[in-house]
């Protein structure tokens, strides 16, 4: 098991950014800075073609901090952000960028490339999770949720089937062909987003992944909007589906 | 046009709870007990067979009046609460025990009886706004909502069709069949809740009453559970959808 290796460390206006290495695999850890003692854990999944310090994280993330008090991680995915591609990903993301070209929809490459990376990158997360359970700010037995819309739900599904840390988890986005089975294994608490005009997942597919899960409370938000366009206020609802289910009161 | 007339005044944990009649229809107003001066107001209509003091509303009323500001407002619905039945009531309210009886589904009846009451409620609740609006803590330019489920959106629908003030609605559980036509007249913000095991209301009905709105920003909530298992959270959701979009910060 390697530990985590902290590269950077910065601060502003409350939340403590750190890099860190984790073997081969970096990833960052937002902290508030004051009261991290024991605060939850949420990991957090980047969307596909984008890495752990996009914009939608980071200004995620630190809602996430200062609102809700939380950690954050987030690693880059296998072929994302900092990481070397390797020639299935070129061979993929070649896939990717003629289906666009061609105005084709993206959906089936873009569901087995997520599979692809999913398989590598559920035990990553799990041996993420042990290094940054280690830290003494996080502790081996504090609340641990997960937040991944996208990529993020691609691999967040079967990490969370998996990892029974995880005790409620936001997903979205995302067609039910891969994951709907391994969805019928969740029970925590779910929350579930969806774009109703989604010009990639169509609506239906939305509905049949949300219907998929097991869990006794689950949520679906569904916004008016295209497949981008999901509405800010749904970091807000995900601060305070986490400050439930994580035992964190709200700042 | 009749003025509001208050019969009783009481105070309690920073909530005025002032009963009203206004001609022959009885209401209650909720004010914070600190700055009420010009807050917005929502209209909250009451489910079938409830009435403007039912647990759910009183609830209700005192989360929005003390997280978010609000004054709340609730009359009674024709044939419900402090009001008489006449003949139609009695009528349909033996048609709705019969179908429970019989564990026939009380859709049918449920939907008539609310489109029956819709038409005589519309024009109440538009006078109770012109003469709420009277009142100095309110204002006539103010910000207005209104939140209502069940034969609260029966009635809720057409009003907030019909009324330009209202500029925000909170909507849910009920079927499309003679709703989903006036909603495609509206176009404020709308936040619907759905109960995706709902024994009355089949899900693809919500479903379609949701896509018939026609507002640019509208939000699905859809939560596990069966009709009357709506939780608790939503009514946190809603405070925070009407301090969006009727401009009240937060407490």
Chains 1, 2 share one sequence.
Do not use: C
Request: without cysteine; glycine residues 10%.
């Amino acid at each position: 098991m390697h530990s985590l290796r902290f590269t950077a460390e910065s601060s502003s206006n409350g939340v403590v950014e750190r890099d860190f290495l984790m073997g081969e695999v970096p990833g960052v850890l937002w902290s508030p800075a004051a009261g991290a003692d024991r605060a939850p854990l949420v990991l957090m999944g980047h969307g596909g073609g984008n890495h752990k310090k996009h914009p939608a994280m980071t200004g995620r993330a630190r809602r996430f901090v200062t609102d809700g008090g939380f950690h954050v991680a987030v690693i880059d995915a296998p072929g994302h952000g900092d990481r070397p591609r390797t020639a299935r990903d070129e061979q993929e993301l070649a896939a990717l960028s003629e289906a666009k070209a061609a105005g084709r929809p993206e959906g089936p490459d873009a569901r087995r490339y997520s599979m692809y990376l999913a398989e590598l990158a559920v035990p990553e997360w799990r041996a993420a999770l042990d290094s940054l359970q280690e830290l003494a700010e996080i502790g081996a037995d504090g609340p641990v949720g997960y937040f991944g819309v996208n990529l993020g739900t691609a691999i967040g599904v079967p990490l969370v089937a998996a990892e029974p840390r995880i005790t409620a988890a936001v997903f979205g986005l995302h067609w039910p062909d891969a994951l709907a089975e391994t969805a019928k294994r969740i029970t925590v608490p779910i929350e579930f987003d969806l774009q109703w005009d989604d010009e990639d997942v169509p609506r239906e597919a939305g509905l049949a992944l949300f219907d998929a899960f097991a869990s006794q409370e689950k949520t679906l938000h569904a916004n008016a909007g295209k497949h981008h366009e999901m509405p800010r206020f749904e970091t807000d609802s995900a601060v305070r589906f986490f400050a439930r289910h994580l035992g964190r009161a709200l700042t």
